[in-house]
């Protein structure tokens, strides 16, 4: 535990209890793996700096201890919060970056005593298991952590933008579209607007006939001659032409029928 000592005789004359005493060990520890502590406090302040000491007015609350922490290669930062309930002390950790969060609670008993604080080798007790769950419970999750966050959001390089590209007043070229164009054609000019409408025999695109034959929906066999007193003769509407019905589509032609007379002598009725 090289270091501890030196840190602890530096911190000594502020040290006058067993939360003092944790927070000095937990210190340590957070700075041999890689930190340095900033300042007191949720937020930066003026007189922070990076140091391996404890800064100034690191106790000045023996129940909420806040210190900040920054990793050496500046890529980490750590918000550390420790509350003391009753004989415990919980431990709060927050790593900005990730947000990951780590808790740790520690008997003060086990691992301090109280009526040695002036000696530090008879301070602490169980060190190595004491470093041991710091380590495990707060040190390795919030590293863990900042690996995965990293590795899953990796540093991209974009390559420099051109002049041209930067110049708000160019208007970007046009790029077709891709995908599947109407089937309907772009009129020829603006003065085709409605040719279609001047073209009733469909020479362009459809026309203004109706036409049941080539409407696109499934439709019933027309018989050509509906509307008409006599049948037509065969042939004498060619397969496909296009032509107006005589008369509503389905209907037969016209003329008596023979189910529907009356009964001889009816009209004698009624004279």
């Given at each position: 535990m090289a270091g501890l000592e030196v840190l602890y005789e530096t911190a000594a004359p502020?040290?006058?209890?067993?939360q003092d005493a944790l927070i000095?060990?937990?210190?340590?520890?957070?700075?041999?793996?890689?930190?340095?502590?900033?300042?007191?406090?949720?937020?930066p302040g003026p007189n922070d700096k990076k140091s391996e000491l404890l800064p100034a007015g690191w106790?000045?609350?023996?129940?909420l201890y806040v210190l900040r922490y920054e990793s050496k290669d500046g890529s980490r930062k750590l918000l550390v919060k420790a509350v003391t309930v009753e004989s415990s002390m919980i431990l709060n950790v927050l790593e900005?970056?990730?947000?990951?969060?780590?808790?740790?609670?520690?008997?003060?008993?086990?691992?301090?005593?109280?009526?040695?604080?002036?000696?530090f080798h008879r301070t602490y007790k169980n060190s190595e298991e004491l470093r041991s769950r710091i380590v495990?419970?707060?040190?390795?999750?919030?590293h863990e952590q900042w690996e995965k966050a990293s590795v899953s959001s990796p540093h991209r390089e974009f390559p420099p933008a051109t002049a041209r590209e930067v110049d708000p007043l160019r208007i970007p070229p046009h790029h077709p579209h891709t995908s599947r164009q109407p089937p309907w054609c772009d009129p020829l000019g603006p003065f085709a607007v409605g040719g279609?409408?001047?073209?009733?025999?469909g020479r362009r695109r459809g026309g203004m006939i109706v036409d049941p034959l080539r409407s696109g929906f499934p439709r019933a066999l027309i018989d050509p001659s509906?509307?008409?007193?006599?049948?037509?003769?065969?042939?004498?509407?060619?397969?496909?032409?296009?032509?107006?019905?005589?008369?509503?589509?389905?209907t037969s032609p016209?003329?008596?029928?023979?189910?529907?007379l009356p009964p001889p002598g009816f009209d004698d009725m009624y004279l």
């Open positions: 502020a040290i006058t209890c067993k000095c060990f937990l210190h340590w520890e957070v700075v041999t793996h890689g930190y340095y502590g900033l300042g007191v406090g949720d937020q106790n000045n609350n023996k129940d900005y970056g990730s947000q990951q969060v780590a808790d740790l609670t520690l008997k003060l008993d086990d691992y301090i005593d109280a009526e040695h604080l002036g000696d495990s419970g707060i040190i390795t999750p919030i279609e409408d001047l073209d009733p025999f509906s509307g008409l007193p006599n049948r037509l003769p065969p042939g004498a509407v060619p397969p496909g032409a296009r032509f107006d019905p005589f008369g509503p589509i389905g016209s003329g008596p029928n023979p189910d529907h």
